[in-house]
């Protein structure tokens, strides 16, 4: 595997993320404050997700799939 390809792979998953969490929250008209309590997390986590400033755990990742009715993978996927 060339040099970089890991940390490249990894914040393209994480934007992937980023912007899957968003256009789910934003389809559910969830506010990041009601997506945060509904999976016990802080307002701001989910704002730092969606701005690729923080790492998520899989745990956190299947709990917040979960709220928004998809899969950890489903939220892993390159966005429509």
């Known amino acids: 595997m060339p040099a970089g390809s890991a ?18 929250r934003v389809a559910k008209h969830l506010s990041q404050e009601e997506l945060g309590e509904l999976a016990d997390c802080h307002r701001t986590y989910v704002s730092q997700l969606e701005r690729c400033k923080a790492n998520i755990s899989v745990d956190r990742l299947e709990r917040l799939a979960r709220v928004l009715d998809v899969s950890a993978t489903d939220l892993m996927q390159l966005p429509t």
């Open 7 to 24: 940390s490249s792979s990894n914040s393209t998953v994480r934007a992937h993320i980023a912007a899957n969490i968003r256009r789910l």
